[in-house]
């Protein structure tokens, strides 16, 4: 692993090799979350900070990604991931009233086995997932949640979540800091 120190802020980060499989993959019972164990692999400690639940009209390309008709209200959880302490993401993931609605994923506290378990307990196993990135400065509030100077390079990382019959069940927008990140793709042509 490449430590890199930069001359704008006093962190020393790592570079950070990520992958989105074990994101979409249910936790078997005892395991702890994906980013946890991915964050102990590398010898650091990785954290989540609920920051919001609740039930809202999505941004335009939240509600077209999850297929939902104008003005539809679905749940958000919003998250910030922790680094060793430090805020190194921002996550809000949107679920459809019909997929969230009465469940753990519209209260206010933590989701034993995360989202993915529960959802695949709920009928909801990721078959597709379609992932866009974008990189892009930190707006002002993303600055502030991430203790970083606005402009701040930041990736963003959309992904919907389908099932075997093609359905949206999720759409998350993730806004992580680009220093030190490193994403990794596996593709399987059939």
Known sequence: MKIARSSRTRRVSVVWVVSSLPYLSPRQEGQGDAWSEEAAQAGRVGTQRLRDVSAEVPPSDVASAL???????????????????????????WYPMEVAGGTALADTGKIKGGAVTLLANLGYRVHEAREDIAFRGATGDEAAELASPVGTPVIVLSRTCLNAEGAPFEASVMVMLAEGRHLRYRLVAG
């Open 67 to 93: 297929g939902l008709e104008s003005g539809a209200v679905a749940v958000v959880r919003r998250r910030a991931m922790l680094l060793d302490g430090e805020p190194v993401e921002l996550t809000d993931s």
